[in-house]
């Protein structure tokens, strides 16, 4: 088990490292970095000096590594954009984003494998029809289309709930949150709904057909003919075996809502890192572009990390198969 | 004689499809006394597993039991209730499958599933469940039970965990068994293990099994009665010495004749020509003329009457009356 | 040696059996399944003729929106079917901003969003098909470097790939250049996201094919046999490649429509719909709900039967995907 251990980190150390490399290189080749700091008044001393002091006159393997050595430390560059530490600007915008990624993320794993449960378990119901309908324009609706229809229902049409904005925040002094305020609360319905939304159809779908799947299997007909409950056949015996699959789903969709959150901001005008990201791509701020990029690859390769290490905990047979020796 | 633990009679599985109404089980009937083994025998397709689903209230929709009763002690449970029916599902019912490798959930401890099944039948507290547990391990015959409990079913070869199913299975002591191919999937060098365990087992505790086989070798070997089936019908039943040494039924006849057996003397083994009709498609009259030697206008015009669980031995217009008149 | 070249150009002569074709499509499992899903009809029909009309918008929009000369400022935010107050004029859907009609624009937008749609396919087809064809036939490192960016590729979402992509092929672009290059760079920077499903099929088929006899015994005469396997390989790959296709094409229309919403994707200049709906919901709290609904309502009806079509195709040709 030690050994797989050790095998999966030196993988995620290495793509971390690709993603690096595409990273540097966007920071190196895209435009160049001088013109994108020094306005149009520059003198050649100017130019020099710069090129020195971003270490542009060194090799290129060594760049990257001190590239390398910057980012682990949150160091990411100036935005071309705002003039401002890349790392400043992220951390700021952070915790509005982390937020609404974990609302949304509870609420698309939470209601999705309920949703999947029932459905699976009153497959032939017509509540579970006209889910499973609803759940089909779910996943083909955009997501910006779902905050744009929301929007016009409950902002426009009932004006109920803000359309844009995160409403009053909290500073905690490292940390800012709209969960405190009424209006903070209320301004996160919408987006996180938006967010969630799509995940949680994806959720449920596969919770259903993993669950019927297992419901198909002998240990089911088994515990059933051993006279189980009901609710012990349903919760402890196909539950506990649906989850094991969808794990892993479930896992690169926590990543994937942090990604697509960059839309879901850009609807509601939510001041996180995803807005971040998009203006930067509008007005090509490479390091912006890039430090987006480093983070979220640490996101995603640190949740596929812990989505396989989780399975090790769930499933027994690999903690043998796998591990070899006891 | 007491009561049978289990009747049936005049049993009928059917499953509607959109052309026509199938029936996997047709008019069945046989008795199963405390202690007795009946092994019910037949290609596969013939409706004896259907008929140990139907006992057990286990049939997947869209099969259902369309006629006939089905008695436990004389008391009738094709009519109850999904959860009087729960109730009688393992306490007074066990059943044991084909497969061992998945009949047990790979992600629960062997343990937990004795447990739950005797906490759902039994008034008895989770320590003295686990004190159970283990003893039922033991009397399976797996070494070391104390220690085994906690294992996990990947943990044992197939032939143990075929003993834990057993274990499973007779937790909470019921007074029937259906045993569905229980020996199918093992290595053959265990088979005769696992049906000396259930056979022992069963007369200890006056348990009946209903053995569900294709094996006419572990019918001969456990049964002391047999049912053959064909295409959903009983086609002969009788102890299992009068079936396997002198047929009746001319199927039963070629079925002898296509299995190896010490206790005949066997010359060469024969084959029966052609095979069982698929359900949608039955022929009028006696379902085995097709293939059958002695098959007359008689066979081909009516159905053979349906055997009654006392009295005649096979279903057939013209039953093979001697072995020594037959040849 | 030479009967395996033959072999390889007898095909042109199936062609006299083509007559026949139509005839065995009708009779085909394929064609019986399709007659009895009102699902797959309706979606089919709905594609085509959003597909046709985008074809032939010059030909039925009434209006060009890209025309300043046609174009009448006083004519801006028509309601749908109400004449207009100050020209009298009236449209079937409405007017933006700037008397553009609303359903001549939402013909244009389609054809770019299912040009940029279509492109982008076919060119993650090509692309996935041969590097996946290349990973399976050559093996080793090639196979290794190959699939392993597949993997890396496959762990972020697409659409974020394919921002980046942009935003990358953005600053490569002198910034004259950049509004008349933004419909390539789509094109490209969806297809660079989306080749890795092609890519994995194509090899698992590729592998398969590989460890064959007649394979075997080309390289043991010393021929290398590409051209022999592809003749095997295609024909197998065919259906999930087509089925992939269809979804991916669903995918690409979604992934367009919001990278244009987002502003990172077809400029002002040549929108599609996503570019549409954009403009559209800074009229939301106006009042004007018709620039933003057709646009909205066309995309989802385009996506939907796509979508449900593809979802169609996977069930009916059943192919054995990942």
Redesign the interface.
């Known amino acids: 088990m030690l050994a797989y251990i050790i095998r999966r980190v030196a993988q995620s150390i290495l793509?971390l490292l690709?993603?690096g490399l595409v990273a540097f290189s966007?920071f190196r080749f895209?435009?160049d970095p001088i013109d994108n700091m020094l306005g149009q008044e520059r003198t050649q001393a100017d130019i020099d000096r710069l090129r020195t002091e971003l270490g542009l006159d060194q090799p290129f393997p060594v760049q990257y590594f001190k590239f390398l050595g910057g980012a682990a430390q949150g160091n990411f560059g100036v935005s071309y954009r705002q003039g401002r530490p890349v790392s400043t600007i992220i951390a700021e915008r952070a915790p509005a984003t982390l937020e609404l990624a974990a609302v949304s993320g509870f609420l698309a794993i939470s209601i999705g494998i309920a949703l999947g449960v029932f459905t699976a378990i009153r497959r032939d119901g017509w509540v579970s029809n006209v889910i499973m309908t609803v759940s089909?324009?779910g996943?083909?609706?955009?997501?910006?289309?779902i905050g744009?229809?929301l929007?016009?229902l409950f902002s426009?049409e009932l004006d109920l709930l803000p359309?844009f904005g995160r409403g009053e925040v909290v500073d905690l002094g490292w940390w800012t949150t709209g969960l405190l305020t009424s209006s903070g609360l209320k301004a996160l319905i919408l987006p996180s709904i938006t967010l969630g939304l799509y995940q949680m159809t994806l959720i449920m779908r596969l919770v259903r057909s993993e669950m019927l799947e297992v419901l198909r299997?002998?240990?089911i007909?088994?515990?059933?003919?051993?006279?189980?409950?009901?609710r012990?056949v349903n919760f402890?015996?196909a539950l506990?075996?649906t989850l094991?699959p969808v794990i892993t789903v479930t896992g690169?969709q926590l990543?994937?809502i942090i990604?697509?959150a960059?839309?879901t901001e850009?609807?509601f005008q939510w001041p996180g890192v995803g807005l971040l990201?998009?203006n930067?791509?509008?007005f090509?701020d490479?390091p912006v572009?890039a430090a987006y990029?480093m983070l979220?690859?640490v996101m995603?390769?640190g949740i596929?990390l812990i989505v396989d290490l989780l399975y090790f905990w769930?499933?027994?047979?690999l903690r043998?198969d796998r591990g070899g020796a006891h | 004689m007491s009561d049978p633990v289990l009747s049936v009679r005049d049993l009928v599985v059917e499953i509607p499809t959109r052309n026509a109404v199938l029936r996997p089980v047709d008019h069945v009937s046989y008795d199963i006394e405390p202690g007795e083994i009946l092994g019910v025998v037949g290609e596969s397709g013939a409706g004896k597993s259907m008929t140990g689903n139907a006992v057990?209230g286990?049939l997947d929709r869209p099969a259902a039991i369309a006629g006939g009763e089905i008695r436990l002690k004389g008391q009738r449970i094709d009519n109850l209730p999904y959860e009087d029916m729960?109730?009688?599902?393992?306490?007074e019912i066990?059943?044991v499958?084909q497969?061992p490798l998945?009949?047990?959930?790979?992600?629960?401890q062997i343990g937990d599933q004795l447990t739950?099944?005797m906490l759902?039948?039994l008034e008895i507290t989770e320590t003295e469940a686990r004190t159970r547990a283990i003893a039922a391990l033991d009397e399976v015959g797996i070494p070391a039970a104390a220690s085994r409990i906690d294992s996990?079913p990947?943990?044992f070869s197939g032939g143990m965990r075929q003993r834990v199913?057993i274990a499973?299975?007779l937790c909470?002591e019921p007074s029937l068994i259906i045993a569905d191919e229980p020996t199918t999937a093992l290595d053959v060098s265990v088979q005769a293990q696992i049906i000396a365990l259930l056979k022992r087992l069963c007369r200890e505790r006056r348990t009946a099994v209903m053995l569900v086989t294709h094996d006419m070798g572990v019918i001969a070997e456990a049964a002391d009665r047999v049912a053959v089936m064909y295409a959903g019908r009983l086609a002969e039943l009788g102890p299992v010495r009068d079936v396997v040494q002198s047929p009746r039924h001319p199927y039963t006849e070629g079925l002898m004749g296509s299995t190896p057996l010490a206790s005949r003397g066997q010359h060469r083994l024969r084959q029966i020509p052609g095979s069982m009709p698929r359900l949608g498609s039955l022929p009028d009259g006696c379902a085995f003329h097709p293939r059958c030697p002695k098959a007359q206008d008689r066979c081909r015009a009516n159905p053979t009457p349906s055997l009654d669980a006392d009295q005649g031995r096979a279903a057939c217009w013209f039953p093979v009356e001697q072995l020594e008149d037959a040849q | 040696m030479a009967n395996l070249d033959t072999s390889t150009d007898t095909s042109p002569s199936a062609k006299p059996k083509e007559p026949g074709a139509i005839a065995r499509f009708r009779d085909s499992d394929f064609y019986w399944k399709f007659t009895r899903s009102p699902v797959a009809m309706v979606s089919f029909t709905v594609t085509l003729i959003l597909v046709l009309s985008a074809v032939f918008a010059p030909l039925i929009a009434p209006y060009d929106p890209f025309d300043p000369g046609s174009l009448n400022l006083m004519n801006g935010f028509s309601a749908p079917g109400v004449p207009n107050a100050f020209t009298g004029d009236e449209f079937f859907l409405g007017t933006d901003d700037q008397g553009r009609d609303v359903f001549s624009t939402i013909l244009y937008g389609m054809r770019i969003s299912l040009f940029v749609g279509f492109a982008a396919v076919m060119f993650a087809l090509i692309l996935g098909v041969t590097l996946g064809l290349i990973a399976g036939y050559i093996g080793g490192w090639t196979e290794t470097i190959i699939m392993r960016i597949a993997d890396?590729q496959l762990?972020?979402?697409s659409?974020?790939v394919a921002?980046?992509i942009?935003?990358?092929a953005?600053?490569?672009t002198p910034v004259e250049y950049r509004d008349q290059m933004a419909i390539w760079v789509l094109i490209v920077a969806i297809g660079l996201s989306d080749w890795v499903q092609f890519a994995r099929v194509v090899r698992g088929a590729t592998l398969v094919e590989r460890n064959k006899e007649y394979v075997q015994a080309a390289k043991l005469i010393g021929r290398r046999s590409p051209a022999i396997m592809l003749r095997h390989i295609l024909p197998n790959v065919l259906s999930p490649v087509l089925v992939i296709a269809t979804i991916s094409l669903?995918l690409a229309i979604?992934a367009e429509?919001?990278l244009s919403?987002?502003?990172?994707g077809a400029p002002p200049t040549q929108p599609s719909l996503g570019t549409l709906?954009r403009i559209g919901?800074g009229f939301?709290?106006s009042g004007e709900?018709w620039i933003?609904l057709f646009p909205?309502a066309t995309?989802?009806t385009l996506?939907?039967a796509v979508?449900?079509l593809g979802d169609w195709l996977r069930d009916a040709l059943n192919p054995r995907l990942k």
Do not use: C
Request: hydrophobic share 60%; aromatic share 12%; glycine share 6%.
């Open positions: 793509v690709v993603v966007m895209v435009g089909l324009l996943v083909s609706l955009p997501t910006f289309l744009i229809l929007i016009y426009v359309s299997q002998d240990y007909r088994f515990a059933r003919a051993r006279g189980l409950k009901e012990t402890r015996h506990k075996n094991v690169l990543g994937a990604a697509f960059i839309i850009t609807v990201f998009i930067a791509i509008q090509v490479i572009m990029l979220i690859s995603f390769v596929n769930v499933d027994p047979r043998a | 057990i286990l729960r109730r009688l599902r393992g306490k066990g059943m499958f497969d998945t009949s047990l959930n790979p992600l629960l739950e099944t759902a039948h996990y990947h943990e199913v499973l299975a909470a | 890396i762990t972020f979402p659409i974020l921002m980046l942009f935003g990358v953005k600053g490569f669903a979604i429509a919001t919403f987002l502003g990172v709906i919901q939301l709290f709900w933003l909205a995309l989802l996506a939907l979508n449900l």
